[in-house]
């Protein structure tokens, strides 16, 4: 093989690592003031968020908000206290990594601003789940 083919294929398979490498970066960072929506269901050690209420994925750690930007709890209150709730909200989304109850939760959520809360049917997960 020619010299020169062989560092058109070492370039090839260095770009295509650094884009990998760069996708894996972006990727495990936070994100600050982002439209979210999932399911949230919190009670006895778990505040699970599942975003876009995707069941099937490992839920985040849903940051209980401070009472003195909003109120939820007034607003879960109000709709009777569901087991679950789907809520709208902009929030901040932690790195990757460990977060929560015993860092079960890959990310962490806090909430900014409350949208909207509606009731919804939970996710049949349980803390410690995989």
Not at 9 to 16: A, E, M
Not at 110 to 125: E, Q
Request: hydrophobic share 40%; charged share 20%.
């Amino acid at each position: 093989m020619r010299s020169w083919a062989r560092g058109r294929i070492l370039i090839t398979i260095l770009s295509i690592a650094v884009v990998c490498f760069l996708f894996f970066v972006f990727w495990t960072r936070g994100r600050r003031e982002v439209s979210l929506e999932g399911t949230l269901q919190a009670g006895p050690e778990q505040s699970a968020f599942f975003p876009d209420g995707d069941c099937s994925k490992k839920p985040f750690w849903f940051h209980l908000p401070d009472t003195r930007v909003y109120d939820l709890n007034a607003r879960l209150m109000a709709l009777g206290n569901p087991s679950a709730v789907r809520i709208k909200l902009i929030g901040n989304i932690s790195p990757l990594g460990h977060y929560g109850h015993l860092r079960g939760y890959p990310r962490e959520i806090w909430p900014i601003k409350v949208i909207s809360v509606t009731p919804t049917r939970p996710c049949p997960w349980l803390p410690g789940d995989n």
